[in-house]
């Protein structure tokens, strides 16, 4: 069964720290590009952090510096250290995880939630 699971959401003050977690199942996961999406109440679903294959990391300005993404192939999952976090961090998080073979496919977890309280 192909799922992603995503773990490590929950409520922090301004200035913590938290780590998320995706634990990816039934599919070569070493072949997939990896990010983590957010969307907050009212706004579109945003790209936050990606990871390539060969590990090349890309982030959204508003997190670089704050956040970092890794993976790890060897337990099939991917990270996302949130430090400094703000309220405007409060959102639903996504994990994403795609190729391409001719065409994109993506794949999603069902979102964890990060508030961030003031």
């Known amino acids: 069964q192909v799922q992603l699971v995503e773990r490590g959401g929950g409520l922090v003050q301004a200035g913590g720290s938290l780590r998320l977690s995706c634990t990816a199942s039934g599919i070569i996961f070493s072949t997939y590009s990896l990010g983590w999406y957010r969307q907050a109440p009212g706004k579109q679903r945003e790209s936050v952090a990606e990871i390539t294959t060969t590990s090349v990391t890309n982030y959204a300005g508003s997190v670089k510096g704050r956040f970092t993404i890794s993976r790890d192939n060897a337990k099939n999952t991917v990270y996302l250290q949130m430090n400094g976090l703000k309220p405007e961090d409060t959102a639903v998080y996504y994990c994403?995880?795609?190729?391409?073979?001719?065409?994109?496919?993506?794949?999603w977890g069902q979102g964890t939630q990060v508030t961030v309280s003031s």
């Open positions: 994403n995880a795609n190729r391409f073979l001719g065409v994109r496919s993506d794949l």
